[in-house]
């Protein structure tokens, strides 16, 4: 996957384009922009797919899953409010471009594959790119309980219901946002922690996403 400066070179107009259709698109967020503009996409696909990597779209990864769409990844880490700092699990590695999103934010970020293939790509991926989150191959149905609670907790695959783990591992005045629905459409889901038995629900459009599995998921 390596890539000499000179061939970069040529992505940087279609990724440039790219953050200018999300704008279009209602992303708003100054350093979510800054950051699709920043990450080199190509680098976490194969080289067949490069003259798509700045499509605003999904594209395979292997394993049956996908690197998300980059709208879905901007108005997800829109919706997480994130400032530097904050303490932020994902659940869904896959190629890490979402989780590469949030440490250029400053996000503190802790992450979950179910694939064991995709934990040490995206591993070696996050790391020859610079970021330093803490990884963990395992079922993150179940969160990452050493370390919460969180500021922030985004999950990148289609759960049928929300984990009650996730929100037990929520802050107050933590959010957590995640799409639930059935294996053909998800609705983007943002939950605040408002206190400590105290939740605020807010519901935007809809989505489609892989499967999240696990135990407290599909196949659960
Ligand atoms: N955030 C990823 C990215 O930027 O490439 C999106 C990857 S894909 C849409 C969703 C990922 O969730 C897949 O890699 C899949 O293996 C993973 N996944 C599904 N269920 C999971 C679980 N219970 N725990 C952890 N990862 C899971």
């Known amino acids: ?92 590695t896959g190629s890490g471009y979402q989780c590469m999103i949030l440490c250029e934010l400053g996000a503190e970020v802790y992450s979950v594959e179910r694939h064991n293939e995709l934990y040490h790509r995206s591993k070696e991926a996050l790391k020859s790119e610079g970021y330093n989150p803490l990884l963990k191959c395992g079922d993150g149905t179940l969160g990452w309980a050493t370390y919460a609670p969180y500021d922030g907790i985004i999950v990148t695959a289609g759960a049928p219901v929300v984990p009650d783990d996730l929100i037990k591992q929520l802050k107050v005045g933590g959010i957590l946002v995640i799409p639930v629905g059935d294996s053909k459409t998800q609705k983007m889901m943002k939950i605040t922690r408002m206190s400590e038995d105290e939740y605020r629900q807010d519901e935007y459009e809809n989505f489609k996403f892989v499967p999240l599995i696990g135990e407290k998921g599909w196949g659960g």
């Open 1 to 92: 996957m390596a890539n000499s400066p000179n061939q970069d070179r040529r992505f940087v107009r279609p990724r440039n384009k790219l953050v200018e259709l999300l704008k279009e698109k209602g992303i708003k967020n100054t350093q979510v922009l800054n950051a699709i503009g920043k990450i080199p996409r190509h680098r976490l696909i194969e080289t067949a797919l490069y003259h798509r990597a700045y499509d605003d779209s999904a594209l395979p990864i292997g394993l049956g899953q996908t690197i998300s769409q980059p709208y879905t990844v901007a108005a997800q880490t829109e919706m997480l409010e994130i400032q530097k700092g904050d303490k932020v699990l994902e659940i869904g």
